[in-house]
Protein backbone atom coordinates (compact mmCIF):
# COMPACT_ATOMS: atom_id res chain seq x y z
CA UNK A 1 0.00 0.00 0.00
CA UNK A 2 3.20 2.43 -0.21
CA UNK A 3 2.40 3.37 3.80
CA UNK A 4 4.60 6.16 4.23
CA UNK A 5 5.35 7.31 0.26
CA UNK A 6 3.65 10.22 1.25
CA UNK A 7 5.08 11.12 4.48
CA UNK A 8 7.81 12.73 2.98
CA UNK A 9 5.63 14.96 0.74
CA UNK A 10 3.26 16.22 3.61
CA UNK A 11 3.80 18.81 6.54
CA UNK A 12 4.78 16.41 9.99
CA UNK A 13 3.63 19.66 12.00
CA UNK A 14 0.25 19.42 12.75
CA UNK A 15 -2.11 22.24 10.86
CA UNK A 16 1.51 22.78 8.64
CA UNK A 17 -0.07 21.25 5.33
CA UNK A 18 -2.97 23.01 3.25
CA UNK A 19 -2.95 19.78 0.81
CA UNK A 20 -4.12 16.50 2.40
CA UNK A 21 -1.94 13.73 0.88
CA UNK A 22 -4.44 12.31 -1.62
CA UNK A 23 -4.29 15.75 -4.27
CA UNK A 24 -0.61 15.22 -4.42
CA UNK A 25 0.77 14.99 -7.85
CA UNK A 26 3.47 12.62 -7.75
CA UNK A 27 4.18 12.50 -11.89
CA UNK A 28 3.28 16.13 -12.79
CA UNK A 29 2.76 17.25 -16.56
CA UNK A 30 5.96 19.02 -18.43
CA UNK A 31 3.42 19.25 -21.66
CA UNK A 32 4.85 21.59 -23.98
CA UNK A 33 2.38 22.93 -26.64
CA UNK A 34 4.18 22.11 -30.34
CA UNK A 35 5.30 24.99 -32.35
CA UNK A 36 2.50 26.92 -33.75
CA UNK A 37 1.56 29.81 -35.61
CA UNK A 38 -2.50 31.94 -35.23
CA UNK A 39 -4.26 30.72 -37.73
CA UNK A 40 -7.36 31.44 -39.67
CA UNK A 41 -9.42 28.86 -41.06
CA UNK A 42 -12.27 30.04 -43.77
CA UNK A 43 -14.87 28.98 -45.59
CA UNK A 44 -15.86 25.64 -43.89
CA UNK A 45 -18.79 24.04 -42.51
CA UNK A 46 -18.49 24.44 -38.89
CA UNK A 47 -19.93 22.16 -36.03
CA UNK A 48 -18.97 24.00 -33.06
CA UNK A 49 -20.22 21.53 -30.86
CA UNK A 50 -22.65 23.49 -28.78
CA UNK A 51 -25.50 23.10 -31.48
CA UNK A 52 -24.83 25.30 -33.72
CA UNK A 53 -23.91 24.73 -37.65
CA UNK A 54 -22.11 27.67 -39.35
CA UNK A 55 -22.27 27.62 -42.85
CA UNK A 56 -19.28 29.09 -45.06
CA UNK A 57 -17.55 30.32 -41.46
CA UNK A 58 -14.69 30.93 -40.37
CA UNK A 59 -12.09 29.89 -37.28
CA UNK A 60 -9.80 32.03 -35.68
CA UNK A 61 -6.75 30.39 -33.07
CA UNK A 62 -4.81 32.75 -31.42
CA UNK A 63 -2.45 32.18 -28.72
CA UNK A 64 -3.44 28.76 -28.52
CA UNK A 65 -7.21 29.60 -27.73
CA UNK A 66 -9.81 29.99 -29.90
CA UNK A 67 -10.40 33.80 -30.46
CA UNK A 68 -13.30 33.80 -32.32
CA UNK A 69 -15.89 31.77 -34.31
CA UNK A 70 -18.55 33.06 -37.18
CA UNK A 71 -19.46 33.34 -40.32
CA UNK A 72 -16.95 36.19 -41.27
CA UNK A 73 -14.04 37.11 -39.48
CA UNK A 74 -10.47 38.63 -40.75
CA UNK A 75 -7.17 38.36 -39.20
CA UNK A 76 -4.33 40.16 -41.43
CA UNK A 77 -1.07 38.81 -39.18
CA UNK A 78 -2.94 35.09 -39.34
CA UNK A 79 -1.92 32.59 -41.20
CA UNK A 80 -4.83 31.43 -43.28
CA UNK A 81 -6.27 27.81 -44.66
CA UNK A 82 -9.20 27.61 -46.89
CA UNK A 83 -10.95 25.33 -45.99
CA UNK A 84 -13.93 25.55 -48.62
CA UNK A 85 -15.73 22.13 -49.39
CA UNK A 86 -14.83 20.83 -45.58
CA UNK A 87 -15.64 20.50 -42.51
CA UNK A 88 -14.25 22.21 -38.69
CA UNK A 89 -14.94 20.25 -35.40
CA UNK A 90 -13.95 20.64 -31.85
CA UNK A 91 -10.90 18.35 -31.15
CA UNK A 92 -12.43 14.71 -30.30
CA UNK A 93 -12.23 13.38 -26.71
CA UNK A 94 -11.59 9.51 -25.95
CA UNK A 95 -13.40 8.56 -22.66
CA UNK A 96 -12.23 5.11 -22.83
CA UNK A 97 -9.08 4.60 -24.00
CA UNK A 98 -6.38 2.13 -23.01
CA UNK A 99 -3.60 2.85 -25.28
CA UNK A 100 -0.38 2.98 -23.71
CA UNK A 101 -1.46 -0.08 -21.98
CA UNK A 102 -3.13 -2.19 -24.12
CA UNK A 103 -0.63 -1.42 -26.84
CA UNK A 104 -0.54 -2.35 -30.16
CA UNK A 105 0.90 -5.09 -31.33
CA UNK A 106 0.15 -7.08 -28.07
CA UNK A 107 2.48 -10.02 -27.54
CA UNK A 108 2.30 -13.31 -25.22
CA UNK A 109 3.72 -11.51 -22.67
CA UNK A 110 1.23 -8.41 -22.29
CA UNK A 111 -1.42 -11.15 -23.04
CA UNK A 112 -0.03 -12.70 -19.83
CA UNK A 113 0.70 -10.04 -17.74
CA UNK A 114 -1.16 -7.38 -18.70
CA UNK A 115 -0.08 -3.43 -17.66
CA UNK A 116 -4.64 -2.80 -18.42
CA UNK A 117 -4.94 -4.29 -14.92
CA UNK A 118 -3.43 -4.36 -11.39
CA UNK A 119 -4.91 -8.27 -10.63
CA UNK A 120 -3.42 -8.84 -6.75
CA UNK A 121 -6.25 -7.54 -5.10
CA UNK A 122 -10.18 -6.42 -6.06
CA UNK A 123 -8.79 -2.51 -4.56
CA UNK A 124 -6.15 -1.90 -6.65
CA UNK A 125 -6.77 2.01 -5.64
CA UNK A 126 -3.49 2.55 -5.09
CA UNK A 127 -2.35 2.33 -8.48
CA UNK A 128 -2.12 5.29 -11.24
CA UNK A 129 -2.76 3.85 -14.79
CA UNK A 130 -0.09 6.56 -16.03
CA UNK A 131 2.70 4.81 -14.47
CA UNK A 132 2.38 2.21 -17.23
CA UNK A 133 1.79 4.28 -19.96
CA UNK A 134 3.96 3.35 -23.19
CA UNK A 135 4.44 7.03 -25.08
CA UNK A 136 5.44 4.45 -28.11
CA UNK A 137 2.25 3.05 -28.47
CA UNK A 138 1.21 2.91 -32.30
CA UNK A 139 -2.37 3.64 -31.34
CA UNK A 140 -2.01 7.49 -30.32
CA UNK A 141 -0.25 8.74 -33.71
CA UNK A 142 -3.42 6.42 -35.30
CA UNK A 143 -6.22 7.93 -32.96
CA UNK A 144 -4.59 11.88 -33.82
CA UNK A 145 -4.77 11.09 -37.45
CA UNK A 146 -8.34 10.37 -36.89
CA UNK A 147 -9.16 13.64 -35.44
CA UNK A 148 -8.58 12.50 -31.44
CA UNK A 149 -6.76 15.88 -29.32
CA UNK A 150 -8.03 14.14 -26.06
CA UNK A 151 -7.85 11.01 -24.53
CA UNK A 152 -8.37 9.50 -20.60
CA UNK A 153 -6.88 5.97 -20.26
CA UNK A 154 -8.07 3.87 -17.98
CA UNK A 155 -7.00 0.97 -16.28
CA UNK A 156 -9.11 -2.44 -16.74
CA UNK A 157 -12.23 -3.46 -15.06
CA UNK A 158 -11.18 -6.50 -13.24
CA UNK A 159 -10.87 -5.34 -10.13
CA UNK A 160 -13.67 -3.53 -8.32
CA UNK A 161 -11.08 -0.73 -7.89
CA UNK A 162 -8.96 -0.37 -10.85
CA UNK A 163 -6.96 2.71 -9.64
CA UNK A 164 -6.70 6.20 -11.29
CA UNK A 165 -6.99 7.48 -14.43
CA UNK A 166 -4.92 10.08 -16.69
CA UNK A 167 -6.21 12.53 -19.55
CA UNK A 168 -3.58 12.96 -22.16
CA UNK A 169 -2.66 14.64 -25.43
CA UNK A 170 -1.58 11.95 -28.44
CA UNK A 171 1.18 13.64 -29.52
CA UNK A 172 4.76 12.21 -30.21
CA UNK A 173 6.65 12.12 -27.02
CA UNK A 174 9.11 9.75 -24.91
CA UNK A 175 7.69 10.10 -21.39
CA UNK A 176 4.19 10.17 -20.20
CA UNK A 177 4.50 13.63 -18.33
CA UNK A 178 5.14 14.75 -21.59
CA UNK A 179 1.51 13.77 -23.07
CA UNK A 180 -0.06 14.39 -19.25
CA UNK A 181 -2.89 17.62 -19.83
CA UNK A 182 -2.02 20.02 -17.20
CA UNK A 183 -4.59 20.43 -14.67
CA UNK A 184 -7.07 17.78 -15.85
CA UNK A 185 -8.01 15.82 -12.70
CA UNK A 186 -7.88 12.16 -12.43
CA UNK A 187 -10.84 9.41 -12.47
CA UNK A 188 -11.14 6.41 -10.45
CA UNK A 189 -12.07 3.41 -12.37
CA UNK A 190 -14.99 1.37 -10.81
CA UNK A 191 -16.03 -1.69 -12.11
CA UNK A 192 -19.15 -3.86 -11.28
CA UNK A 193 -21.03 -7.14 -12.40
CA UNK A 194 -19.14 -9.88 -14.92
CA UNK A 195 -15.57 -9.20 -15.08
CA UNK A 196 -14.62 -8.48 -10.90
CA UNK A 197 -16.47 -10.81 -9.72
CA UNK A 198 -15.44 -13.36 -12.17
CA UNK A 199 -12.20 -12.49 -12.06
CA UNK A 200 -12.30 -13.03 -7.96
CA UNK A 201 -13.90 -16.46 -8.30
CA UNK A 202 -11.00 -17.59 -10.46
CA UNK A 203 -8.45 -16.45 -8.36
CA UNK A 204 -10.46 -17.37 -5.20
CA UNK A 205 -8.87 -13.32 -3.71
CA UNK A 206 -12.14 -11.35 -3.54
CA UNK A 207 -15.78 -11.18 -4.13
CA UNK A 208 -17.46 -13.55 -6.23
CA UNK A 209 -21.22 -12.13 -6.21
CA UNK A 210 -22.83 -8.99 -7.19
CA UNK A 211 -23.77 -8.64 -3.38
CA UNK A 212 -20.34 -9.22 -2.64
CA UNK A 213 -19.05 -6.49 -4.53
CA UNK A 214 -21.59 -3.93 -3.04
CA UNK A 215 -20.46 -5.28 0.38
CA UNK A 216 -16.87 -4.71 -0.40
CA UNK A 217 -17.40 -1.20 -1.82
CA UNK A 218 -19.41 -0.33 1.05
CA UNK A 219 -16.41 -1.37 3.35
CA UNK A 220 -13.65 -0.12 2.02
CA UNK A 221 -15.71 3.25 1.36
CA UNK A 222 -16.17 3.34 5.12
CA UNK A 223 -12.69 2.86 5.77
CA UNK A 224 -11.55 5.59 3.84
CA UNK A 225 -14.27 8.06 5.32
CA UNK A 226 -12.31 7.23 8.77
CA UNK A 227 -9.38 8.02 7.33
CA UNK A 228 -10.24 10.76 5.61
CA UNK A 229 -11.68 12.50 8.96
CA UNK A 230 -8.43 11.65 10.60
CA UNK A 231 -6.49 13.96 7.88
CA UNK A 232 -9.01 16.27 8.40
CA UNK A 233 -8.24 16.95 12.05
CA UNK A 234 -4.43 16.32 11.90
CA UNK A 235 -4.59 19.34 8.79
CA UNK A 236 -6.81 21.54 11.27
CA UNK A 237 -4.18 21.21 13.71
CA UNK A 238 -5.89 18.69 15.97
CA UNK A 239 -4.13 15.30 16.62
CA UNK A 240 -1.03 13.27 14.98
CA UNK A 241 -0.21 12.77 11.92
CA UNK A 242 -1.97 9.60 10.08
CA UNK A 243 0.10 7.20 8.35
CA UNK A 244 -0.03 7.78 4.33
CA UNK A 245 -1.95 4.66 2.66
CA UNK A 246 -1.98 4.94 -1.03
CA UNK A 247 -5.12 3.01 -1.45
CA UNK A 248 -7.34 5.25 1.08
CA UNK A 249 -5.58 8.14 -0.42
CA UNK A 250 -7.12 7.46 -4.04
CA UNK A 251 -11.00 6.59 -2.37
CA UNK A 252 -10.43 9.72 0.10
CA UNK A 253 -10.09 11.74 -3.06
CA UNK A 254 -13.38 10.64 -4.31
CA UNK A 255 -15.79 11.00 -0.86
CA UNK A 256 -13.85 14.57 -1.26
CA UNK A 257 -15.26 15.33 -4.61
CA UNK A 258 -11.94 15.97 -5.85
CA UNK A 259 -11.90 12.09 -8.02
CA UNK A 260 -14.79 11.56 -9.84
CA UNK A 261 -16.00 8.02 -10.58
CA UNK A 262 -16.09 6.06 -13.93
CA UNK A 263 -17.86 3.23 -13.62
CA UNK A 264 -17.45 -0.33 -15.64
CA UNK A 265 -21.61 -1.38 -15.76
CA UNK A 266 -23.74 -3.19 -18.29
CA UNK A 267 -26.95 -3.98 -16.60
CA UNK A 268 -29.87 -1.04 -15.77
CA UNK A 269 -30.62 -2.63 -12.71
CA UNK A 270 -26.96 -2.56 -11.48
CA UNK A 271 -26.65 0.92 -12.54
CA UNK A 272 -29.54 1.67 -10.60
CA UNK A 273 -28.05 0.36 -7.50
CA UNK A 274 -24.92 2.11 -7.91
CA UNK A 275 -26.98 5.16 -8.16
CA UNK A 276 -28.28 4.31 -4.90
CA UNK A 277 -24.78 3.46 -3.09
CA UNK A 278 -23.18 6.51 -4.77
CA UNK A 279 -25.86 8.86 -2.96
CA UNK A 280 -25.62 6.48 0.52
CA UNK A 281 -21.90 6.48 0.71
CA UNK A 282 -21.12 10.14 -0.99
CA UNK A 283 -18.90 9.93 -4.18
CA UNK A 284 -19.80 11.07 -7.68
CA UNK A 285 -20.46 8.96 -10.60
CA UNK A 286 -19.09 11.03 -13.59
CA UNK A 287 -19.78 8.08 -15.95
CA UNK A 288 -21.05 4.65 -16.46
CA UNK A 289 -19.35 2.97 -18.84
CA UNK A 290 -20.36 0.01 -21.75
CA UNK A 291 -24.08 1.01 -19.89
CA UNK A 292 -25.49 -1.75 -22.50
CA UNK A 293 -28.63 -1.47 -21.33
CA UNK A 294 -28.59 2.60 -20.76
CA UNK A 295 -31.78 3.14 -23.02
CA UNK A 296 -33.70 1.37 -20.39
CA UNK A 297 -32.79 3.79 -17.58
CA UNK A 298 -32.17 6.69 -19.76
CA UNK A 299 -34.70 9.22 -17.47
CA UNK A 300 -32.91 8.28 -14.39
CA UNK A 301 -29.44 8.74 -15.84
CA UNK A 302 -30.55 12.25 -16.83
CA UNK A 303 -31.69 13.13 -13.58
CA UNK A 304 -29.14 11.71 -11.52
CA UNK A 305 -26.61 13.83 -14.35
CA UNK A 306 -24.27 10.85 -15.05
CA UNK A 307 -23.12 10.23 -18.58
CA UNK A 308 -22.98 7.04 -20.55
CA UNK A 309 -20.18 6.22 -22.51
CA UNK A 310 -21.38 3.73 -25.25
CA UNK A 311 -20.40 1.53 -28.12
CA UNK A 312 -22.75 2.11 -31.30
CA UNK A 313 -23.67 -1.60 -31.85
CA UNK A 314 -21.42 -3.96 -29.62
CA UNK A 315 -24.12 -6.81 -28.14
CA UNK A 316 -24.48 -10.04 -26.86
CA UNK A 317 -20.84 -11.20 -26.60
CA UNK A 318 -21.56 -11.85 -23.12
CA UNK A 319 -24.39 -12.22 -20.76
CA UNK A 320 -24.48 -8.62 -19.40
CA UNK A 321 -24.71 -7.36 -23.47
CA UNK A 322 -27.49 -9.59 -24.34
CA UNK A 323 -29.77 -6.61 -24.45
CA UNK A 324 -28.05 -4.36 -26.45
CA UNK A 325 -29.65 -2.37 -29.17
CA UNK A 326 -27.97 0.25 -31.76
CA UNK A 327 -30.48 2.60 -30.57
CA UNK A 328 -28.99 3.28 -27.46
CA UNK A 329 -27.18 6.52 -27.58
CA UNK A 330 -29.46 7.98 -29.56
CA UNK A 331 -32.45 7.00 -26.73
CA UNK A 332 -30.34 8.14 -23.56
CA UNK A 333 -30.00 11.80 -25.63
CA UNK A 334 -33.47 11.91 -26.56
CA UNK A 335 -34.27 11.08 -22.67
CA UNK A 336 -32.16 14.44 -21.97
CA UNK A 337 -29.30 12.75 -20.68
CA UNK A 338 -25.34 12.74 -21.73
CA UNK A 339 -24.60 10.13 -24.36
CA UNK A 340 -21.03 9.49 -25.31
CA UNK A 341 -18.97 7.23 -27.93
CA UNK A 342 -15.95 5.84 -26.26
CA UNK A 343 -13.58 3.32 -27.66
CA UNK A 344 -12.03 0.90 -25.10
CA UNK A 345 -9.87 -0.35 -27.51
CA UNK A 346 -6.51 0.83 -29.54
CA UNK A 347 -8.37 -0.03 -33.04
CA UNK A 348 -12.07 1.69 -32.15
CA UNK A 349 -10.01 4.68 -31.17
CA UNK A 350 -9.07 5.59 -34.87
CA UNK A 351 -13.33 5.33 -35.79
CA UNK A 352 -15.01 7.44 -33.09
CA UNK A 353 -16.88 9.49 -36.07
CA UNK A 354 -18.01 6.76 -37.44
CA UNK A 355 -19.31 4.99 -33.86
CA UNK A 356 -21.33 8.18 -33.77
CA UNK A 357 -22.56 8.32 -37.38
CA UNK A 358 -24.07 4.83 -36.68
CA UNK A 359 -25.27 5.29 -33.48
CA UNK A 360 -26.99 8.50 -34.81
CA UNK A 361 -28.18 6.96 -37.89
CA UNK A 362 -30.21 3.91 -36.04
CA UNK A 363 -31.77 6.70 -33.89
CA UNK A 364 -33.01 9.10 -37.19
CA UNK A 365 -34.43 5.06 -38.22
CA UNK A 366 -36.54 5.26 -34.79
CA UNK A 367 -37.30 8.62 -35.76
CA UNK A 368 -35.25 11.04 -33.37
CA UNK A 369 -34.31 14.08 -34.95
CA UNK A 370 -29.91 14.27 -34.64
CA UNK A 371 -28.68 16.68 -37.39
CA UNK A 372 -24.54 16.61 -37.60
CA UNK A 373 -24.46 19.58 -35.15
CA UNK A 374 -26.06 18.14 -32.17
CA UNK A 375 -24.67 14.72 -32.79
CA UNK A 376 -20.96 16.28 -32.17
CA UNK A 377 -21.41 16.62 -29.06
CA UNK A 378 -21.62 13.04 -28.03
CA UNK A 379 -17.55 13.01 -29.50
CA UNK A 380 -16.51 16.77 -27.79
CA UNK A 381 -18.76 18.19 -25.60
CA UNK A 382 -20.18 15.50 -23.35
CA UNK A 383 -16.60 14.04 -22.64
CA UNK A 384 -15.29 17.72 -22.08
CA UNK A 385 -17.99 17.37 -19.24
CA UNK A 386 -17.42 13.84 -17.96
CA UNK A 387 -14.00 14.32 -17.50
CA UNK A 388 -14.30 17.86 -15.73
CA UNK A 389 -13.20 20.03 -18.60
CA UNK A 390 -16.13 21.19 -19.92
CA UNK A 391 -14.16 24.85 -19.93
CA UNK A 392 -10.99 24.40 -21.55
CA UNK A 393 -12.25 21.48 -24.31
CA UNK A 394 -14.64 20.04 -26.29
CA UNK A 395 -17.04 23.47 -28.34
CA UNK A 396 -15.64 25.85 -30.58
CA UNK A 397 -15.85 28.80 -28.22
CA UNK A 398 -14.19 31.73 -27.42
CA UNK A 399 -11.31 31.49 -25.23
CA UNK A 400 -11.12 27.65 -24.55
CA UNK A 401 -7.93 25.28 -26.12
CA UNK A 402 -7.68 25.39 -29.47
CA UNK A 403 -7.99 21.65 -30.45
CA UNK A 404 -9.97 21.53 -33.47
CA UNK A 405 -10.04 19.09 -36.68
CA UNK A 406 -10.55 19.89 -40.32
CA UNK A 407 -12.33 17.23 -41.92
CA UNK A 408 -12.44 16.45 -45.68
CA UNK A 409 -16.54 16.13 -45.38
CA UNK A 410 -19.02 15.89 -43.51
CA UNK A 411 -17.62 13.79 -39.94
CA UNK A 412 -19.78 11.20 -39.80
CA UNK A 413 -19.37 10.32 -43.54
CA UNK A 414 -17.24 6.74 -43.81
CA UNK A 415 -15.84 8.78 -46.86
CA UNK A 416 -14.57 11.53 -44.29
CA UNK A 417 -10.81 11.98 -43.39
CA UNK A 418 -9.42 14.13 -40.92
CA UNK A 419 -7.53 16.79 -42.92
CA UNK A 420 -5.60 18.68 -40.23
CA UNK A 421 -5.84 18.19 -36.89
CA UNK A 422 -4.79 21.32 -34.14
CA UNK A 423 -4.01 20.72 -30.24
CA UNK A 424 -3.97 23.66 -28.35
CA UNK A 425 -3.46 25.77 -31.75
CA UNK A 426 -0.55 23.92 -33.05
CA UNK A 427 -0.59 21.36 -36.32
CA UNK A 428 -0.37 18.21 -34.56
CA UNK A 429 -1.35 16.23 -38.20
CA UNK A 430 -1.04 17.04 -41.28
CA UNK A 431 -2.35 14.51 -44.15
CA UNK A 432 -0.66 16.29 -46.83
CA UNK A 433 2.16 16.53 -45.06
CA UNK A 434 4.81 13.51 -44.33
CA UNK A 435 6.48 15.18 -41.76
CA UNK A 436 3.40 15.93 -39.89
CA UNK A 437 2.03 12.89 -39.50
CA UNK A 438 4.11 11.32 -36.74
CA UNK A 439 5.35 8.20 -36.49
CA UNK A 440 6.36 6.06 -32.92
CA UNK A 441 9.66 4.63 -32.35
CA UNK A 442 8.55 1.72 -33.20
CA UNK A 443 7.77 2.24 -36.50
CA UNK A 444 11.00 3.90 -37.73
CA UNK A 445 12.44 2.29 -40.58
CA UNK A 446 9.54 0.92 -41.90
CA UNK A 447 7.88 2.44 -44.93
CA UNK A 448 4.95 4.34 -44.45
CA UNK A 449 1.87 3.99 -46.17
CA UNK A 450 0.59 7.06 -48.40
CA UNK A 451 -1.95 9.18 -47.19
CA UNK A 452 -5.65 7.97 -48.49
Not at 61 to 84: Q, S
Not at 146 to 168: D, E, K
Not at 383 to 397: D, K, N, V
Request: hydrophobic residues 45%; negative net charge; contains cysteine.
Amino acid sequence: MMIGLMACLTATEPGAAATPPWLRDLFPSTYRPLPREDTLIVHATILDGVGHRIEDGALLMRDGRIAAVGPHLADAKAHMIDARGRWITPGLIDIHSHDGTYVVPITATDEDASDVSELSDPNAADSWIETAINPQDPAFARALAHGVTTLQVLPGSSPIFGGRSVVLHPIPATTMQAMKVPGAPWGMKMACGENPKSEDAEKRRGPTSREGEIAFIRAAFAKADRYRQAWGRYLAGQGTQPDDDARLDTLAAVLDGRIAVHMHCYRADEMAVMLDLSRALGFRIAAFHHAVEGYKIAPLLARAHVCAAVWSDWWGYKMEALDGIRENAAFIDAAGGCAMMHSDSPFLGQWLNIEAGKAAAAGRRAGLDLPPEHVIGWLTANPARALGQETRIGTLEPGKDADAVIWSAEPFSVYAHADMVFIDGAVAFDRADPHRRPRTDFELGRTPPEAP
